[in-house]
């Protein structure tokens, strides 16, 4: 077995440090000196300001459910889930108290509750064409 | 500032649904039921907007030249479900400017069934993730509303029976028929809280109206609606979580779109709200409109659940919304959509809506709002 992974972000600049240990990676941000506004990966350009004094932070992987919803038709386009479609959650959660991130949800969607906490999911959704394996997120129950 | 007055002298659609016709014969129809409604020639026409989304390149070149080969300035404008607000901006601006006496707005869209094609809004790990379901966003909104106002299912289901029920009388809906509450909150889940009933489907439809300057209407001896304001914006940062946005913002409070240019459009028509006497506004979902009662300012922040509890928004209340049947019953066209607000309006005001109509109105206000926070809201008055 190969010791060194080949892995790559879902979307450049995503994922802050290296993807080896997937139990040790955060999501990126992106600080702004100007406005004090946090954008999600690494950015070229504040969301709000537009000023490029940016600084890369690790977001934090714990958070809340802000707001959710369960999606119940299997999403139109190349959608990655399960073959089989199963209904699934989708969030905003609330992280560090500065951004609100969009996400799939793991818990039963019984059990989904604004206000729960979460952590972050970081995991293998496939393997490209030049054999990467390619990392998603979601967010989990606490213990999950 | 002193700006010379516009105004619709005619109107005209092409059903709302889905047809065995070619975008070029849809947007056509329109057109040339508006030049007919004015009661104006086509080679009197001076220059033509037309607002659409899904259709290719020069769409309004090859929707127009049915009515006959032209040289005037043809263009197409996109600004997603603001397209229509948009395009009717600068037919105004075109007269405003005295460019021009007589502009032709119209919106033609032809648009697949079911989602509409995620590719193009969404980036691709987006898609691959699932969140590429433009009715996600909405029912996001929904719940977080539920949660912190107390919005029921039941008040959100009554959109939808109100609008359904207003789709009845009116032949340019695609579903002309009423559905019990019963119906409508035992109908699938699309995304919770949002149901089949609750929604709106992408179709094809066109409509278009004839703007005049005031020298114009003059000339004519033609009965004009007066455009009092056309307002389009795209929403602040972080104030409207809406496809394909990523994120929101934790610490930012801003006005959302449909506040923001519903205070340009009081503004510049120099009226509150209070003097508006009906709407017709974006229903994409049922529970998006009672979140624009509340920012347009028919009731306060959270009240908006009540305000179609207590019949308010129904034809005969204070403050009716959708007469027209709105999108949950019309479908949405997309680049046509406002300018269908529009004939509705123009109908309202001329007092020819029959079974629909709302007793006396004099002043009347559209509204649409859709991906990227565009937001377009328009304000006539007899």
């Given at each position: 077995m190969s010791t060194e992974t080949n892995r790559i972000a879902i979307k450049d600049g995503l994922f802050a440090g290296p993807l080896d240990d997937l139990a040790d990676v955060h999501l990126c941000g992106s600080k702004c000196a100007a406005c004090g506004e946090t954008g999600l990966g690494s950015l070229d350009a504040c969301p709000n300001c537009g000023s490029a004094d940016l600084s890369p932070v690790a977001l934090g992987n714990r958070g809340t459910l802000y707001t959710y919803t369960i999606v119940r038709h299997r999403p139109p386009g190349n959608y990655r889930g399960p073959a089989e479609f199963k209904p699934f959650g989708l969030g905003l959660v609330e992280v560090d108290g500065v951004l609100r991130i969009m996400a799939p949800l793991l818990p039963t969607i019984d059990d989904l509750r604004i206000g729960m906490p979460l952590r972050l999911h970081p995991y293998v959704l496939r393997t490209d064409e030049n054999g990467a394996e390619v990392i998603a997120f979601a967010y989990g129950a606490m213990g999950e | 500032m002193n700006v010379s007055n516009v105004y619709i002298i005619g109107s005209g659609y092409h059903s709302f649904g889905r047809f065995d016709k070619s975008y070029q014969q849809i947007g056509s129809e329109a057109a040339a039921a508006a030049l007919s409604d004015a009661g104006v020639e086509w080679r009197d026409i001076q220059a033509a907007y037309m607002a659409r989304m899904y259709l290719p390149a020069t769409s309004g070149a090859r929707i127009l030249r049915c009515l006959g080969a032209t040289d005037i300035s043809v263009i197409d404008i996109e600004a997603a479900c603001a397209s229509g607000g948009a395009a009717l901006l600068q037919g105004m601006m075109a007269i405003r400017a005295g460019d021009a006496d007589l502009v032709l707005v119209a919106g033609t869209e032809k648009m697949p069934r079911g989602f509409m094609d995620p590719s193009m809004i969404y980036s691709p790990w987006q898609i691959e993730l699932g969140m590429s379901m433009n009715p996600a966003y909405w029912s996001m909104r929904a719940m977080r509303h539920m949660h912190e106002y107390g919005t029921t299912h039941e008040q959100i289901a009554m959109v939808a029976h109100k609008n359904h029920l207003n789709s009845v009388h009116n032949p340019m809906a695609m579903y002309q028929k009423e559905f019990s509450m019963e119906q409508i909150l035992n109908s699938p889940l699309v995304c919770d809280p949002i149901r089949l009933l609750e929604i709106c489907a992408p179709n094809d439809g066109a409509a278009a109206v004839i703007l005049a300057s005031e020298r114009k209407v003059r000339e004519l001896g033609a009965k004009g609606i007066r455009v009092a304001a056309v307002a389009h914006t795209i929403s602040r940062y972080s104030s409207d979580f809406r496809c394909p946005a990523e994120t929101m913002s934790a610490t930012m409070d801003n006005l959302g779109p449909s506040e923001v240019t519903a205070a340009r459009a009081y503004e510049a028509a120099g009226i509150g709200v209070d003097e508006i006497d009906c709407f017709e506004v974006q229903d994409t979902d049922a529970f998006c409109e009672i979140e624009i009662y509340e920012e347009l300012g028919?009731?306060?922040?959270?009240e908006g659940g009540r305000l179609v509890q207590d019949g308010?928004?129904?034809?005969?209340?204070a403050t009716p919304v959708n007469m027209s049947g709105g999108l949950i019953s019309k479908g949405e066209p997309v680049g046509a959509s406002h300018l269908g607000q529009i004939v509705e309006l123009v109908a309202q005001l001329r007092g020819t809506c029959g079974p629909r109509q709302v007793e006396g109105a004099k002043t009347a206000l559209g509204h649409v709002l859709g991906a990227g926070g565009n937001c377009a809201i328009t304000i006539l008055q007899k």
């Open positions: - | 028919l009731c306060g922040v959270g308010q928004t129904r034809i005969g209340g």
